[in-house]
């Protein structure tokens, strides 16, 4: 990864900034530079758009996977073993094995069991909704956020970001309605309890990330999926045919690249200038639902979507404002 760019990577242990945190999804997290440059910062927005492109395509995968009758768990646990080729090359080029030594093993596990969580359910609401409504479902993850730093870890919450949260949730609503059957609304169930334990996981990871890596966060959520999709798929286990295995071991790839792109662009680019680029799965979403199904995004799809956008940029401006002033 180091042929990015030229700025030099982090030191070794470096602090992790929470502001960061807040506004990524749970993957390799690192620092930007002091003082980036324009071609920094459009190196780092590339990156994270490419990144939203390999998220995209492995909900797409996930998808597939299930239309050919593999087992949930089956999906999370090559999702998981497979990221590990170039997650361990990144560890190898990067911080080095080192990285792997924890000092809170339980923070892993809570940090791991609430990111599992939110990815079962993700990926179940992936295979139940058109591929554009499960992926804009996803961007409800920064408002639950704001309100769960409010609840558990008392950060204050101004009106303005608690307006912007209600706002929000308005867009989610619009979403969800009207569900086409049980199996609709079951979907979208599946898809707000995945962006809610993708919140629940950002609170997990900036309760350690003061004393661990981003490396080690990833390593060890990604050994625990590992574990628990091969323990739970040993009961139900499918054996793949070879096109299916193919898109079994590209969900991992795809998946492990894409943690890795989201690094390099926040190593490339303050999270101001990058995060409003996240929004840009939903087209890569919409691209491979014509492309793949033939599917086009509901009027309240993007409708909904717009209001959540709109409410995720503004608490992204509203906290930047915050943090400046700290």
Not at 54 to 67: F, Q, W, Y
Not at 178 to 206: C, E, K, T, Y
């Amino acid at each position: 990864m180091q042929a990015f760019s030229p700025q030099p990577y982090v030191a070794k242990g470096a602090p992790v900034d929470p502001m960061r945190q807040r506004f990524q999804t749970p993957a390799v997290t690192s620092t930007a530079p002091a003082h980036p440059t324009p071609q920094s910062n459009a190196r780092g927005i590339a990156l994270r758009v490419a990144a939203m492109a390999c998220m995209a395509s492995l909900n797409a995968l996930v998808k597939l996977c299930g239309a050919r009758g593999v087992p949930l768990f089956e999906v999370v646990f090559f999702r998981n073993a497979l990221a590990f080729v170039p997650l361990g090359l990144y560890i190898w080029r990067t911080t080095g094995w080192d990285a792997l030594r924890t000092r809170r093993p339980v923070g892993h596990l809570t940090r791991s069991a609430v990111g599992l969580c939110a990815m079962t359910f993700g990926f179940s609401a992936v295979q139940h909704l058109p591929l554009t409504q499960a992926t804009a479902l996803q961007f409800a993850s920064p408002l639950f956020m704001t309100a769960l730093s409010a609840l558990l870890l008392a950060e204050p919450v101004g009106r303005h970001r608690w307006g912007a949260v209600a706002v929000g949730f308005l867009g989610v609503l619009i979403m969800s309605h009207p569900p086409a059957g049980a199996a609709s609304l079951l979907g979208v169930a599946f898809g707000v309890l995945g962006a809610l334990g993708n919140a629940g996981a950002m609170v997990a990871i900036r309760q350690i990330a003061d004393t661990e890596r981003g490396a080690t966060i990833v390593f060890y959520f990604t050994l625990a999926g590992t574990l628990l999709g091969l323990a739970v798929s040993l009961f139900q286990w499918v054996t793949p045919d070879p096109m299916t295995l193919l898109l079994l071991v590209l969900s991992g790839l795809v998946g492990g690249v894409g943690q890795l792109l989201l690094t390099e662009a926040l190593r490339r680019a303050p999270v101001g200038v990058i995060a409003p680029f996240d929004y840009t799965q939903l087209l890569w979403a919409s691209l491979f639902a014509f492309a793949m199904w033939g599917e086009l995004p509901r009027p309240t799809t993007l409708a909904g979507a717009a209001v959540v956008t709109a409410s995720g940029l503004y608490i992204l401006h509203r906290e930047l404002q915050r943090f400046r002033r700290t």
